[in-house]
């Protein structure tokens, strides 16, 4: 027990949570009320070990001082300020700290408030761009089956997983999706980059004949994570980005959860030896301490919509947020520590030791697939005869109550870890899943 507890709220009514079983969770609450390093902690002080990152974003570990006294520090200085044709020294410094770790060339930095609102602008952009070069008919946009672009309309429409539009009518018009790259009969139990499925890119040229010149962009995430952890095949991205290339279709990485060193370089697409023109970011970016998102364009594409418009407003989209000073101040903090304590290397450390713990589980009870890259692992359970992710879900609250945070999307559990996990941490997570899974198969 932790000698600090915090007290429960007396009314847990009025807050619609979401994504949750609001009424599960009333009749039977798991709280978290602080957190420090790997570790949250609940109301009563339990411990929690954090397999997840909170929600893959607390890359830094939790409760970081340097975020904290930036937060603070900047608060006193600057509350607020509008960036709508004014400007703040801290955006500008954010701004230009990101492109310093983005990919060379995507130098333009537009700045929003979390991972859907990111998903959306990236959509934006790349309709504006495309208007702005005189390609106005490119109006389309692709996704993939299973991807995850938050809950915009947008990134809902190109998001390809079923049960997020299901309960919402008409999606935005003129979306198409590629196939998921998920091929367990070829690929169960890789390690890293799954050897078959580069061809599904392929079938972008059949969308192509079917469309002709009206695609404006792909969107897809490099590495697939709120859908279960689809780790794409090797050849794939290339193939996609050849294919975008040859039909003047812009490719946008959705980074969301890829982005600040979850697999071992600043980017996926630098780990994963692939660039898109427009890639999108959160969490990761200010550790999540104050909500911010970002997109960054490659210099072509933001000349050519500056350029566009003689004089006036270039581009008709914007969030009274974005830049927020206490948001770039975190996101300033969290930048210096990821480039100070070499998160990305520190991944790279340690990833063949967390693989290897993965894969450990492969002979227990009901595991069908385990997958992994940098400090990702996802692994699949076969589903309870008639009851579709109720095991997952079992063992998620069966982990949480032994001290272990993981995070299960269907009956998949996905880990991911704060990137400064040391191999002890590694050994807890995976001996705690592993008897969470036995025992729920006894
Ligand atoms: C790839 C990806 N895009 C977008 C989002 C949405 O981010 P947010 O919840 O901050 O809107 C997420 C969230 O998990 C994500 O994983």
Known sequence: MNELSIPRPNNLDAF???????????????????????????????????????????????????????????????????????????????????????????????????????????????????????????????????????????????????????????????????????????????????????????????????????????????LAGSTGVLVPPVGYLQRLRDLCDKHGILLIYDEVITGFGRLGTHFGAERLGVVPDIMTMAKGLTNAAVPMGAVAVNNEIYDTIIRGTAAGIEFFHGYTYSGHPLAAAAALAAIDIHVRDDLPGRVRAIEDYWQEAAHSLRSAPNVIDIRNHGLIAGIELAPLPGKPNERAMRIFRRCFDDGLLVRVTGDIVALSPPLIIEKHHVDRIFTTLGDAIHKEAA
């Open 16 to 222: 619609w949570m979401p994504y949750s079983d609001n009424k599960y969770f009333k009749d039977t609450p798991r709280l978290l009320a602080r957190a420090e390093g790997m570790l949250y902690f609940t109301p009563e002080g339990r411990e929690i070990l954090d397999g997840t990152a909170g929600l893959w974003c607390c890359n830094a570990g939790h409760g970081r001082r340097e975020i904290v006294e930036a937060i603070q520090k900047q608060a006193a200085i600057l509350d607020f300020a509008p960036t709508f044709q004014l400007g703040h020294p801290i955006a500008f410094e954010a701004a230009a700290r990101v492109a310093e770790l983005t990919p060379e060339g995507l130098d333009r930095v537009f700045f929003t408030n979390s991972g859907s609102e990111s998903a959306d602008t990236a959509l934006k952009i790349a309709l504006a761009y495309q208007r702005a070069r005189g390609q106005a008919q490119r109006v389309r946009l692709v996704g993939r089956e299973r991807g995850y672009h938050g809950v915009g309309f947008g990134g809902m429409s190109v998001g390809g997983i079923g049960t997020n539009r299901k309960q919402f009518g008409a999606m935005l018009p003129y979306v198409d999706h590629l196939p998921h790259t998920h091929l367990p009969e070829h690929n169960a139990f890789s390690k890293g980059l799954p050897a078959h499925g580069a061809h599904l890119a392929d079938d972008l040229e059949h969308l192509v004949a079917l469309h002709g010149d009206t695609i404006a962009a792909v969107m897809v995430e490099p």
